[in-house]
T-cell receptor, first 115, second 110 residues
């Protein structure tokens, strides 16, 4: 149990385009999903916390208009990187926690490369 | 907010020896402390966790200890094996979210 999927696993896009990343909890309901960014050989940096049916809470320094988060159901959250630039290239990982829990289960991550 | 410090950043041990990774946290309201193992290019995997009402937890070769007064917790791996080589992250927080340490690159020398 507690399986989280993420799609796509890799994406290459041109500068100025938008990219959508999906995060799904496959076998449990997740009231809360989290989006992280990870640079090579660095730790996980929380970008935003996403609660089903409400607006995401963004960490300081993360532009909400650039990183659009939608948590439409208890099993799906999406992150859209709008007008992507090369500096947005990174490994984006989501996690999800059960409706009553605090343990976070991670998706496999999405490697974004912006040319 | 919470601040989690993790040491060391790199740890090299002989196969069969024990490894200890230490973390400190700042927010006394934090009540949940998981440890994750991440292999290169893969997702972090939860290996053990502890809650603030417990001082120690063990699962086979892995154990975690928590000192609430001093606000520090540690991961202990005994009888290390080559497959233990990875980056290990501690985290502190609760249902509202986790703050991660910077990670420890554990290298198991044959």
């Amino acid at each position: 149990g507690a399986v989280v999927s993420q799609h796509p696993s890799r994406v290459i896009c041109k500068s100025g385009t938008s990219v959508k990343i999906e995060c799904r909890s496959l076998d449990f309901q997740a009231t809360t999903m989290f989006w992280y960014r990870q640079f090579p050989k660095q730790s996980l940096m929380l970008m935003a916390t996403s609660n089903e049916g409400s607006k995401a809470t963004y960490e300081q320094g993360v532009e909400k208009d650039k990183f659009l988060i939608n948590h439409a159901s208890l099993t799906l959250s999406t992150l859209t990187v709008t007008s992507a630039h090369p500096e947005d290239s990174s490994f984006y990982i989501c996690s999800a926690s059960h409706t009553t829990g605090d343990t976070q289960y991670f998706g496999p991550g999405t490697r974004l490369t912006v040319l | 907010g919470e601040n989690v410090e993790q040491h060391p950043s790199t740890l090299s041990v002989q196969e069969g020896d024990s490894a200890v990774i230490k973390c400190t946290y700042s927010d006394s309201a934090s009540n949940y402390f998981p440890w994750y193992k991440q292999e290169l290019g893969k997702r972090p995997q939860l290996i053990i966790d502890i809650r603030s009402n417990v001082g120690e937890k063990k699962d086979q070769r892995i154990a975690v200890t928590l000192n609430k007064t001093a606000k520090h917790f540690s991961l202990h791996i005994t009888e290390t094996q080559p497959e233990d080589s990875a980056v290990y992250f501690c985290a502190g927080g609760g249902a509202d979210g986790l703050t991660f340490g910077k990670g420890t690159h554990l290298i198991i020398q044959p």
